[in-house]
């Protein structure tokens, strides 16, 4: 780090803070020498005791090879690190023997990682990994071990903590999980806590929790924090400082407030322009063009500048160097003095919001949905219960509109969208398309629905075939279907993939060798290979960055334009629901509690739970954020095969009364004229949550 740069960091840090970690030069790549790939490319900063900071960026950028060699994961072949020093109170971590950096793991610098069950010992009790630390590092008694690891999952928020400590990690949920592994992280008190994206794999509401209980403990316990992230909104209403990172090299550096209020990358105002706004609808999403970089080509030039609009003739001859542009703030771009934030332009499908619409007739009408799941025991595999995934459902979808469902994980939105297609048996209800009832069909008729509704899903990679190439893969509805001949339909497969903006170069290409962007692009041309009405699409981003979700979006929406399609949206993204869809369904426990217009739901939720998943939505604006009354819900989503009576979700409402536990609440209609039919399933709707 030079002199400078070092210099803005201790100004943005205040004066008297000592840096716990200073992170010098480090570089870090892949592979044999001469055909390497260059994944930390000359990487500083410092972190003073107590400070947090947020290293964000797409996927590959080096965000998780950064920390992960700071705990000494990256030691051996494949990978090796090629210069720095990581001074931990004045210890150089990448030089120590492996004996000694053990003593400081666990005990000293605590790591929460993406995926809690892949960190856990899936046949080890959760009381056993927990004081298994508390004795190797700390070198307590066992019955002091389980003292200790009782308080710490109290205060994580695990509930009945002696129970669940006999425990195994399948018994718990992914909320639960990610709280144990925080628990592990802390059960040392560590002086540096590294997150790595803790939240990527949760809903909004249990996203919020572990948010909160995060910055909680680092106050209590005095923790310095390292938050891994792709998404600036996530990380704007809580950290001190933030870190862009791009092909391995921080780009922009800077205090929270002024990242985002003067921007000096380029790369960072793709960032933000990728991020969906929560007060302006009538904007089109600008993602950043392009690609992510080749990282096997040396860091000798500036990395963006395939995909700047500022760039010349010097950004792709030379590398710039992080420069200060002001107290705490440093930018690695030739013309940052220059760079200003891209407004963005009106969205001709965003403008569809602002003016109501004449009603259109339904094009599939879903009434009384029901698909429960039975649960078998014994040897006789004799049905004891049932798990109710979907539980009375009634919805319309109007030809031409996007209507979107939400919910926490397990509410049922799949389920339901499955059901729709044919995937999944209802049990009971109807499923009226085009005026036909297909509830339950089979054979011909399954044929002939699914030719008229074709499903995006959630995994691109795990929903193509790795064995077919791209255009195998998109023509295979065509086949499956008997429409065309071999030479028609391998036109359509050209215009399909000219129409979702993929080259015709990659027909021959296998899924492997596609980015996430790409592979989802593929998956929306094979649904739309056979001309379909309805197009269910779940989950279609959630797997992707930022800046490539935005591209998927803008596709989705351009497509809706000019094929004239009707979408049904399962996301649990509600920045992104808000910009795309037309109508929103709010999903419980397998039923509907709210539905209505976009403008309606967002702007006057009536139901208390759908008040906390707006409340739980990140805010890409730091003063904006740190004003904002969020609505965290205690407990987790109740177990579909036993459903509380009366209200399903009176045990984590804020607005419960007895009526609630004896009385399933029905839906009642709190619209009007300018906003169109608003339903509520409440005894309650419309009430201030305390």
Not at 188 to 211: N, R, Y
Not at 337 to 342: H, I, L, Q, T
Request: with cysteine; hydrophobic share 40%.
């Amino acid at each position: 780090m030079s002199a400078d740069i070092a210099a803005a960091d201790r100004t943005a840090k205040g004066t008297g803070q000592q840096a716990v970690l200073s992170l010098q030069g480090l570089s870090v790549e892949f592979g044999p020498v001469g055909n390497s790939v260059y994944a930390v490319n000359d990487v500083s900063f410092e972190l003073a005791e107590g400070e947090s900071l947020a290293i964000v960026g797409e996927s590959g950028s080096g965000k998780s090879v950064t920390v992960q060699t700071l705990m000494g994961l990256i030691r051996k072949p494949p990978g090796r690190v090629t210069s720095g020093r990581a001074l931990f109170r004045g210890r150089d971590l990448l030089a120590m023997p492996d004996s000694e950096l053990r003593q400081i793991r666990g005990r000293d610098i605590a790591m929460i990682f993406q995926d809690p069950m892949s960190s856990l010992n899936p046949v080890l009790t959760i009381g056993l990994q927990l004081t298994e630390a508390l004795r190797e590092h700390q070198g307590l008694g066992e019955a002091e071990a389980e003292r200790q690891a009782l308080d710490m999952l109290a205060l994580v928020g695990i509930a009945n903590a002696p129970q669940r400590m006999r425990a195994f990690p399948h018994q718990f949920s992914g909320g639960q999980l990610q709280r144990i592994g925080i628990a592990m992280a802390l059960v040392c008190k560590p002086s540096i806590l590294i997150a790595d994206e803790p939240t990527t794999a949760l809903d909004v509401t249990i996203q919020a929790q572990i948010v909160e209980l995060v910055v909680r403990l680092q106050k209590q316990l005095g923790m310095a924090i390292i938050w891994i992230s792709h998404d600036l909104s996530l990380v704007a209403g809580f950290v001190d400082r933030v870190a862009v990172m791009y092909a391995g090299s921080i780009v922009e550096t800077a205090p929270v407030d002024d990242l985002f209020s003067a921007t000096r990358h380029p790369y960072t105002i793709g960032l933000l322009n990728s991020i969906p706004s929560l007060t302006d609808g009538n904007t089109r999403l600008v993602p950043i063009r392009g690609a992510p970089p080749n990282v096997t080509l040396a860091p000798t030039f500036c990395a963006f500048a395939p995909r700047c609009d500022y760039a010349e003739a010097r950004c792709r001859e030379a590398k710039p160097r992080l420069e200060a542009v002001g107290a705490g703030h440093a930018a690695a771009c030739w013309r940052w003095r220059e760079v200003k934030e891209v407004g963005r332009v009106g969205a001709a499908a965003a403008q569809r919001h602002a003016v109501a619409a004449p009603r259109q007739e339904p094009l599939l009408t879903v009434s009384e949905l029901k698909v429960h799941f039975p649960i078998r025991r014994g040897v006789l595999r004799r049905q004891v219960g049932a798990v109710h995934a979907v539980d009375g459902v009634s919805f319309e979808v109007l030809r031409g509109e996007t209507l979107a469902l939400v919910g926490e994980s397990g509410c049922g939105k799949s389920t339901t969208g499955r059901a729709v297609l044919g995937l999944e048996r209802p049990s009971a209800g109807s499923i009226v398309f085009e005026g036909r009832d297909y509830a339950g069909a089979t054979g011909g008729d399954l044929t002939r629905r699914r030719r008229d509704m074709q499903m995006v899903f959630q995994n691109p990679f795990g929903s193509l075939n790795p064995r077919m190439t791209v255009g195998r893969i998109i023509g295979e509805g065509l086949r499956a279907q008997k429409i065309g001949t071999r030479a028609s339909r391998d036109i359509r497969v050209s215009e399909l993939l000219a129409l979702v903006g993929l080259r015709e170069a990659l027909r021959n290409r296998y899924p492997f060798e596609l980015s996430g962007g790409q592979r989802q692009r593929v998956g929306i041309a094979r649904a739309l290979a056979a001309n379909p009405k309805f197009i269910i699409a779940d989950e279609p981003i959630s797997a992707l960055d930022v800046s490539i979700q935005a591209q998927i979006v803008n596709l989705l929406d351009d497509l809706k334009a000019r094929l004239g399609l009707t979408y049904l949206f399962v996301g649990h993204d509600l920045s992104m629901i808000r910009y795309l869809s037309d109508r929103v369904a709010v999903m419980y426990l397998g039923r509907i509690v709210e539905i209505g217009t976009t403008q309606a739901v967002f702007g006057a939720p009536l139901h208390p739970y759908t008040r906390a998943l707006l409340s739980a939505i990140p805010v890409p604006d730091p003063k904006a954020g740190g004003t904002r009354r969020r609505i965290v819900l205690g407990g987790t989503v109740p177990d579909p095969s036993r459903p509380p009576p009366g209200c399903h979700f009176h045990p984590r409402c804020p607005l419960a009364t007895d009526i609630c536990t004896r009385v399933d609440p029905q839906a009642r209609d709190f619209g009007s004229a300018v906003t169109g039919q608003h339903l509520a399933a409440c005894h309650h709707a419309g009430q201030a949550t305390p």
